[in-house]
């Protein structure tokens, strides 16, 4: 049955419905408005970043979708938690009174989503949905190929601008322009304010994707979720190596290619191993 997670929350629509209308739009604006002056159609060089847009635009929106169509919940599952009931209390096993089921170490309740996540690492308003066990590896690869994408992007625009367009932003306007592109957009409606409003939107994407990608890549690396990294819990670190094969599966080197390359996952996401029963591992 089709779920819709953009629905949950209206921060979850904005932020969602943002970044479906950007994707499309500015993989427009690159390829065939700042591509052909930049490297006219035809030539090698043309169809090179042509070919690495349409790589881009692929893992960007197969990743995104697999984010979202991922189900990380712990909906349809039935766990049982350790029959000792110390033991449970020990590896943190708690009930969760709204699901009325066990949650596992590591598994939490999300109040949006309205039900309890497989290794919860937080809810993300891009995607409307939780990042969990199963669609973490997504997330971060969502994240890695949107920052190369605006990267990319805000390397040309900034040539496009300033260099092939650079006359027409000289004007004592300029400064106004750039600092508040959405809103000069009433007062001059032309071509080259579109512009320069993607070009100022995709610099900011830049800097606010490569923070987020930065960030989370820095926990991923720490075998911690977000919750575990801000209260400085580090039991689930075996090393760089399996941290990253705990999120991204066994052949993360090539998941960075295709959202749909197999990588199994080491974990359940249930049992979990912790650094003292796996110093000898």
Same mark, same amino acid.
């Given at each position: 049955m089709p779920r819709f997670p953009f629905l949950r929350s209206w921060q979850d629509f904005a932020a969602t419905t943002f970044l479906a209308a950007a994707i499309p739009i500015t993989f427009w604006f690159e390829i065939f408005i700042v591509l052909p002056e930049v490297f006219p159609w035809g030539t090698f060089l043309n169809s090179l970043h042509f070919l690495a847009g349409l790589f881009l635009l692929y893992n960007i929106l197969g990743n995104w979708l697999a984010v979202m169509l991922t189900d990380t919940s712990i909906r349809g599952q039935i766990i049982q938690p350790p029959s000792?009931?110390? @033991?449970?209390?020990?590896?943190?096993?708690? /009930?969760?009174? @709204?699901?009325?089921?066990?949650?596992?170490?590591?598994?939490?309740?999300?109040?949006?989503?309205?039900?309890?996540?497989?290794?919860?690492? %937080?809810?993300?308003? /891009?995607?409307?949905?939780?990042?969990?066990?199963?669609?973490?590896? #997504?997330?971060? $690869? $969502? /994240?890695?190929?949107?920052? $190369? !994408? =605006? !990267?990319?992007?805000?390397? #040309?625009?900034? #040539?496009?601008?300033?260099?092939? %367009?650079?006359?027409?932003?000289? =004007?004592?306007?300029?400064? @106004?322009?750039?600092?508040?592109?959405? !809103?000069?957009?009433? @007062?001059?409606?032309?071509?080259?304010?579109?512009y320069l409003v993607i070009y100022v939107i995709g610099l900011l994407g830049a800097l606010f994707v490569g923070v987020l990608l930065y960030y989370h890549t820095r926990i991923v690396l720490q075998g911690a979720i977000v919750a575990e990294h801000e209260k400085k819990v580090r039991k689930y670190d075996m090393g760089r190596e399996r941290n990253i094969e705990n999120v991204l599966g066994t052949r993360w080197r090539l998941v960075w290619l295709s959202p749909s390359i197999q990588s199994p996952l080491r974990h359940d996401g249930v049992n979990w191993e912790v650094i003292q029963e796996g110093k000898d591992k």
């Open positions: 000792d009931p110390n @033991v449970a209390r020990e590896k943190n096993w708690k /009930l969760c009174s @709204v699901c009325e089921c066990w949650q596992p170490p590591r598994s939490w309740h999300c109040k949006t989503c309205n039900v309890c996540i497989i290794k919860r690492d %937080h809810h993300c308003l /891009l995607t409307s949905c939780c990042i969990g066990h199963r669609n973490h590896r #997504y997330f971060m $690869l $969502l /994240l890695f190929h949107l920052f $190369l !994408a =605006t !990267a990319y992007s805000a390397i #040309y625009n900034t #040539y496009f601008i300033w260099f092939l %367009h650079g006359p027409e932003f000289t =004007t004592w306007f300029s400064f @106004v322009q750039i600092v508040f592109p959405l !809103a000069w957009l009433l @007062v001059d409606t032309s071509t080259k304010q579109y």
